[in-house]
């Protein structure tokens, strides 16, 4: 059975054939670093992962690239917190726990993560294409697409342009030829209006318009949001990208714009295949910052541990809504024993000497190769987690059976039983079957390649390549490594 998606480009599940035979291009909508990341942020996350996973457990090369959007009102918002006193500085800290947060969940790494404020001068270069191929026009100083002018507008959300009402916020109105223009460049720095909608209330107001800006051939502003996606994409993939995930909640109208904006400037279809993950729930209610109903990734991690999380995200498809609650973690963290154990046991059973090479148990032999189809059938089902999960428990319940109705094991089917759990539950799933050693050396390995780094940084700094060496640091902290300089030289710390 080959792999087959619900594509909400076209409505309808399609068998999946990527532009090159042994090459995914895969794309994933990615984080506004403005607050910690949450567990329907993580959902995202970890089922884009599963995807990953399984793209390459049936062959493929995958090329995953997600990005964090650094640029954003909402960041401007919390300037003047513990975070820092720019935009800059409020997105390095919330960038490096995000990473961080991946990191403890065991996501696979993407080729690229890259930033909306390191890709300025492409953005601006994508904007100038459409201005010059009449899908976009200036005015007082910003850029907005002009939706009439691209005629399959509307074709991901399934909606037509007399449906759509404006979009932006309301002073931009009188700068539009049609309300659902959207902007693609903005004009000057951030408004405090703006940024006074997402502000603690308790903290004061930020007088000022306040943020990054960017010289532009229309004058000193910021890049649109929509417009982030497209250029990154295109500068780390290709015009043409195979797989674009992202949240159910972003169709419209990031999703579309983004589809209009790209297949303008290159004349090509921009995503082949579009997924959208279901958002989670919590007491009838997305969960979500703006709403306060969250739990982030770093308690979650603390409370539960990454097996059950990854184990309650692969209860459930990518498509569906998924809700969060006390009883559903249960459920998530009795299978998830259940998994181990059964685990432990195949491999205790497999090395005691109550395990025979010529015992043959057929039944068994039979429910380990039934595993194995019943998870790619259901993998390849539209990446169905739910069902291959059941899987992997009618796997656990047969060697269980096994070992407890035998006093000579089959060592063959405990050994394909234990390979199972490792290749499906493990490298597919990512939990942790078949991992072994208490971390040290991958503790000690991570703290040499960082002295390693900060002697490649004091070489760059005593060679007055301070630029250089301020680059190395800021990589440094994004991955959640600390540094503070002293007259003795630099020390320290992961985060």
């Known amino acids: 059975m080959t792999l087959s998606v619900t594509n909400t480009l076209t409505g309808e599940r399609e068998e999946f054939e990527p532009r090159n035979d042994d090459e995914v291009l895969l794309y994933v909508c990615g984080l506004t670093v403005s607050d910690d990341a949450h567990l329907g942020h993580a959902r995202l996350w970890a089922h884009a992962d599963v995807m ?27 300037i003047g917190e513990e975070y820092g006193e720019s935009e800059p500085e409020v997105a390095e800290h919330f960038t490096s726990h995000v990473i961080r947060d991946m990191r403890g969940l065991n996501l696979k790494r993407a080729e690229v993560y890259p930033r909306v404020s390191e890709h300025v001068p492409e953005i601006i270069d994508l904007v100038e294409t459409l201005v010059e191929k009449g ?13 009439t002018a691209f005629e399959e507008y509307g074709k991901l959300s399934n909606q037509r342009l007399d449906e759509i009402e404006t979009q932006g916020p309301e002073d931009e109105r009188s700068e539009k030829h049609h309300p659902a223009d959207f902007a693609l460049w903005k004009a000057g720095a951030v408004d405090p209006d703006d940024v006074a909608e997402h502000r603690d209330p308790d903290l004061d107001p930020i007088e000022e318009a306040r943020g990054e800006t960017w010289e532009s051939p229309w004058g000193e502003g910021r890049p649109g949001w929509h417009i982030e996606c497209s250029a ?5 993939l290709d015009d043409t990208i195979d797989i674009h995930v992202g ?16 297949e303008a400037a290159t004349g090509q279809q921009f995503a082949r295949y579009w997924l959208h993950v279901g958002l989670l729930q919590t007491a009838g209610d997305k969960m979500s910052s703006s709403l306060g109903n969250f739990l982030t990734v770093d308690d979650a991690l603390d409370r539960y541990g990454v097996d059950v999380v990854r184990t ?3 209860s459930t498809g990518y498509r569906g ?19 181990e154990r059964a685990y432990e046991t195949a491999v205790a059973a497999a090395d005691s000497t109550d395990a025979y090479a010529k015992v043959e148990d057929e039944s068994f032999r039979d429910a380990v190769a039934s595993t194995r189809e019943d998870f790619r059938a259901a993998m390849n089902d539209d990446f169905n987690v739910r069902e ?9 319940t047969a060697v269980n059976r096994h070992v407890d109705e035998r006093e000579a094991y089959d060592f063959w089917a405990l050994r394909e039983a234990t390979e199972a759990f490792e290749d499906l539950g493990g490298d597919v799933f990512g939990l942790s079957l078949g991992e072994s050693g208490d971390g040290e050396g991958t503790v000690t390995l991570a703290e040499e390649l960082v002295e390693l780094v900060l002697d490649v940084r004091e070489a ?10 301020d680059e190395l640091r800021d990589e440094l902290t994004a991955l959640g490594v600390e540094v503070q300089d002293s007259d003795d030289g630099p020390t320290y710390r992961f985060e």
């Not at 700094?461 to 060496?469: L, M, P, T, V």
Request: net charge negative; proline share 1%.
């Open 52 to 78: 990953h996973r399984w793209l390459e457990h049936e062959g493929y090369d995958v090329r995953h690239v997600e990005n964090f959007t650094d640029v954003n009102e909402k960041i401007v918002a919390r």
């Open 247 to 262: 949240g159910r909640d972003l169709v419209f109208p990031h999703h579309e714009n983004e589809v209009a904006q790209s």
């Open 135 to 147: 899908y976009a026009y200036e005015s007082n100083g910003s850029v907005y697409f002009d939706v």
């Open 312 to 314: 309650f995200y692969c």
């Open 388 to 396: 291959a999960m059941a899987a992997l428990l009618e796997l656990a």
């Open 232 to 236: 990154m994409s295109m500068t780390h």
């Open 460 to 469: 760059e700094r005593e060679a007055g390549n301070y630029e250089r060496a």
């Open 321 to 339: 809504e998924q809700t969060f609650g006390e009883a559903e973690m249960n459920e998530a963290e009795e299978r998830w024993e259940r998994l």
